[in-house]
């Protein structure tokens, strides 16, 4: 147990994370994972700069020696004194251009002050790219001339680290939740999903009991998961029965459900039914329809892992120098916190009960009863939560010999799964249902 679940500063330990400078591989992540160390023990599993899958190899440590920008003798841009001034990968070159032969090579965002984060060289290392993030004012003061270019880099060998901490359960059945760390000064898209994982973590370690294990996962996009499952055995990535998603879930916009492949997995519906009775009205979508990420990888044949993503997504400073601690909030961090516990709590909860009985129960002498507005005196609504609980009690019989599981009870009556369990565990306390084996 660390001392983030006791203080609540889910803002402090991305403060901490945030200044490193990430990549796929590098001495950044290195310095990071000294500082997970501490505050879960999680396994490192290696994988060396070179190796290849699928197409994809991991890339060497990438630094930048010099990167600047000149016209007649004058500074115009100098990005190596900037952490996103060059795209990682980028290759040298030393030479003068036209401003139109450079204007290619110069990427900016919208935001006339903002450096953005240019990622696609890291996923696209064959077409041998080079290029300067640079802020938009600058690109519109450009004028016509000759430009000198002094760009070199260097690509060194090293490896990359995924980190896998496994909470056990009283079954091999494993819920994986997976946070990226590849993204340099990325506050809200790349840490906050590390920091609200770790203390859902240590949340999940303070139950009595689980059924299921879980685990955090934090590792580079894409190239971690790849290569953390490709030498899995069967048994061991079949017995994933899903993976949750953290990206981006700090800024103050609402959270998002993105479902899995199939859209209607055990996990996906207790999700539904999880952000359904938190927030009323939320915002969902299918496969890959609000944000894009590792769920590709655990989706893919032969894993075919359901994969759902909680996120907040999109936001203003998404891959760009903006995105920095300040504009996170400690209640949404928290808020997601909270969030996937329940939805944890929700798949523990989601059992099968048998009869104990036959016939008609008296609810009341058993203190089972959950009153509700009188027929005769007031009129039920059965779309209220009050009617929706009178037929819940009347038709909770039929719902187990007919051998429904908790979410599927939830599901009928549109209650939420955590009080139908807490009501059938008052059954079972009665002796009225006991758990099915």
Not at 191 to 210: D, F, H, K, P, Q
Not at 273 to 293: L, M
Not at 319 to 325: G, K, R, S
Not at 420 to 432: R, S
């Amino acid at each position: 147990m660390t001392d983030i679940q006791n203080t609540s500063n889910l803002l402090g330990l991305v403060k901490k994370l945030f200044p490193f400078n990430y990549s796929v591989v590098g001495g950044g992540n290195d310095k990071a994972i000294r500082v997970l160390m501490k505050l879960l023990p999680f396994d490192v599993f290696e994988y060396k700069s070179g190796e290849e899958l699928n197409g994809w190899t991991i890339p060497d440590e990438f630094k930048v020696i010099n990167a600047n920008i000149s016209k007649d003798g004058c500074l115009i841009y100098d990005a190596s004194k900037i952490p996103l001034g060059i795209p990682i990968l980028s290759e040298s070159f030393n030479g003068e251009l036209t401003l139109d032969e450079l204007i290619p090579h110069l990427f900016s965002v919208s935001d006339l002050n903002a450096i953005p984060y240019h990622w696609s060289m890291l996923y696209r290392p064959n077409e041998k790219l080079w290029g300067f993030c640079i802020p938009r004012k600058i690109v519109k003061s450009l004028s016509e001339g000759k430009y000198n270019i002094t760009l070199n880099t260097m690509k060194t060998p090293s490896s990359m680290k995924v980190l896998v901490y496994t909470l056990p359960g009283d079954t091999k059945q494993t819920v994986l939740l997976n946070a990226h760390n590849c993204h340099p000064y990325q506050a809200n898209d790349d840490i906050s999903g590390v920091a609200v994982g770790i203390e859902i973590m240590n949340i999940l370690s303070s139950l009595s009991s689980r059924r299921y294990t879980y685990k955090l996962m934090v590792a580079p996009e894409l190239f971690g998961p790849m290569f953390w499952l490709d030498e899995m055995q069967l048994n061991d990535y079949s017995s994933i029965i899903g993976t949750i998603m953290l990206k981006s879930v700090g800024n103050r916009s609402n959270l998002k459900l993105q479902e899995s492949f199939i859209g209607n997995s055990v996990l996906d519906r207790i999700a539904h039914n999880v952000f359904k009775h938190n927030y009323g009205e939320y915002d969902s979508g299918p496969f890959r329809a609000i944000y894009g990420n590792d769920e590709t990888v655990f989706e893919a044949p032969p894993y075919r892992i359901p994969s759902i993503s909680v996120t907040r997504w999109p936001f203003s400073e998404y891959h760009t120098d903006l995105d920095t601690p300040d504009r996170l909030s400690e209640d949404k961090l928290r808020d997601t916190v909270e969030t996937v516990v329940q939805i944890c709590k929700s798949l523990e909860y989601n059992k099968t009960y048998l009869l104990c009985f036959s016939g008609l129960v008296c609810l009341s002498k058993y203190g089972l009863y959950k009153t509700v507005p009188d027929v005769e005196d007031v009129g039920v609504n059965y779309f209220s939560i009050q009617g929706r609980w009178s037929q819940l009690m009347n038709g909770l019989p039929s719902c187990l010999d007919r051998n429904m599981d908790v979410l599927t009870i939830s599901e009928k009556y549109d209650l939420p799964i955590g009080e139908v369990y807490d009501y059938l565990q008052l059954w079972a306390d009665n002796d009225l249902v006991r758990e099915s084996l």
